[in-house]
């Protein structure tokens, strides 16, 4: 709603004045942040949502859980839309609620009975998933206020937000300082640098939880998302969703993405490990395990939009979860209901349980050490594809119309044949 009230004159600039929500805003060029408030928690700590733009897309991150609360990028059209699931304003956030968009920690995805050792030295955490503890615990990373700061950064906005967790908060041990960089480069990507360092020997697996349905929240399943994943092995899990210890090959199984599959095709197979997780909740042995630098593994693909998210990250791992326990009953953006399996996730992560299993990927972090991981979610369209399948038909088309008409002009060009001579009689 427009102010009535006139506009401020400072310094010789003229700035709208936001009575009801005051708007810090940076700007670099083609690159812009703004910081507003979002409201209050119970004990009353203000909470603040950024957004940042580059001119083609933007997000917005608020600091409590240091949740993507937007991310707004263009379809094959040129219109900009919104892929990820949420809330409007922060109270739902508050609640209860999937992780919707969610930095998840200090131990992301399951940890099995509660428990792990380290050091020879058994602890013990708060279970919050049956017997198990899961994405840190019921007071974890993602029901936290992170502190918040614009960084400089070539590559397009940049938001820093720190959270430092307590010795033997939720059970684990060691003071650890987390952070995670978010920067929307000028690729269409969103970048997230994760880091962490401790004064006490611990584990740490940080990854974001966000929900995409890349027609839009609540616009219908991602049933007909059609998904790669360049993984030849995923954790196969216990009827509690711990793996087992097995990494399984996809080879001839519903989990096997190699080549881009409808998310829907196989869902609903015969398979019991699809029966544990009432659809995919599993996680990808990526192709390559730990790397230094983010490669691709995975993309995934709206036919209706035309919009594609790619995965870049330098992990070992990636949960693959349909939204099987999307149930209707939650209202989120717009006035519109998440349905079931009207969102997905895809979390770059350590595989679940590392802790108790010690020949998966080790993630323990201790004094001196320093955690530190990068994934970026970069969109693009199918328009270009699109194009350049037109483009070669096209082509085609010509050469067959080019070759037809040779063709009849050199048929029309020769001469015509004698007539043949009379067959021989029949003997």
């Known amino acids: 709603m427009p102010s009535s009230k006139p506009p401020v004159v400072v310094s010789g600039m003229l700035l709208s004045a936001l009575w009801l929500a005051p708007l810090v805003a940076t700007a670099h060029g083609t690159h812009l942040m703004e910081k507003k408030p979002f409201g209050k928690t119970a004990s009353g700590e203000e909470i603040d949502l950024y957004t940042l733009r580059n001119g083609s ?16 990028v263009v379809d094959r059209d040129g219109a900009q839309g919104d892929v990820v699931l949420g809330f409007d304003s922060l109270a739902p956030y508050l609640k209860e609620h999937p992780f919707f968009g969610v930095v998840v920690g200090r131990y992301a995805n399951r940890i099995g009975q509660a428990r792990f050792t380290l050091d020879g030295k058994e602890y013990t955490l708060p279970a919050n998933n049956g017997k198990n503890q899961l994405h840190g615990g019921p007071e974890g990373f993602y029901r936290k206020v992170w502190k918040g700061e614009e960084i400089d950064s070539k590559d397009g906005p940049a938001l820093k937000l720190t959270y430092v967790s307590p010795d033997g908060e939720q059970g684990y041990p060691g003071t650890l300082t987390a952070s995670v960089v978010y920067t929307l ?9 994760y880091t962490a360092t401790t004064d006490k020997a611990t584990v740490v697996n940080l990854t974001n939880h966000a929900y995409f349905n ?58 019991p490990q699809l029966v544990i997780g009432k659809g995919y909740d599993h996680n990808y042995v990526l192709d390559g395990g730990v790397t230094k ?124 044949k004698a007539p043949a001579a009379p067959a021989a009689p029949v003997k």
């Not at 480069?185 to 640098?193: E, F, G, Y």
């Not at 035309?306 to 999307?326: A, K």
């Open 293 to 416: 630098k983010p490669r691709l593994v995975a993309r995934m693909r709206d036919p209706k939009t035309g919009r594609v998210l790619e995965i870049l990250t330098t992990e070992p791992g990636l949960q693959l979860y349909s939204g099987n326990f999307l149930d209707g009953k939650i209202t989120g953006k717009g006035g519109k209901v998440y349905a079931y399996r009207s969102g997905f996730c895809l979390e770059t992560q350590h595989y679940p349980d590392s802790p108790n299993h010690p020949l998966f990927p080790p993630v323990t972090l201790r004094p001196g050490k320093r955690y530190q991981t990068t994934t970026l979610y970069r969109f693009t369209t199918d328009a270009k594809d699109a194009k350049a399948g037109k483009d070669a038909k096209a082509v085609k088309d010509t050469k067959e119309a080019k070759d037809g008409k040779d063709a009849k002009a050199a048929k029309d060009a020769t001469p015509p």
């Open 57 to 72: 897309s933007e997000v917005s991150i608020t600091n409590w859980g240091a949740a993507v609360t937007s991310l707004r």
């Open 185 to 193: 480069t000028d690729d269409n990507a969103l970048r997230m640098d």
């Open 214 to 271: 890349l027609a839009g929240p609540g616009e219908g399943d991602i049933l007909g998302h059609e998904l790669m994943v360049r993984a030849a092995r995923y954790t196969p899990v216990d009827e509690t969703s711990i793996p087992t210890g097995e990494l399984r090959s996809v080879d001839k199984t519903p989990f096997d993405f190699r080549k881009p599959v409808a998310l829907g095709a196989r869902i609903g197979a015969d398979d």
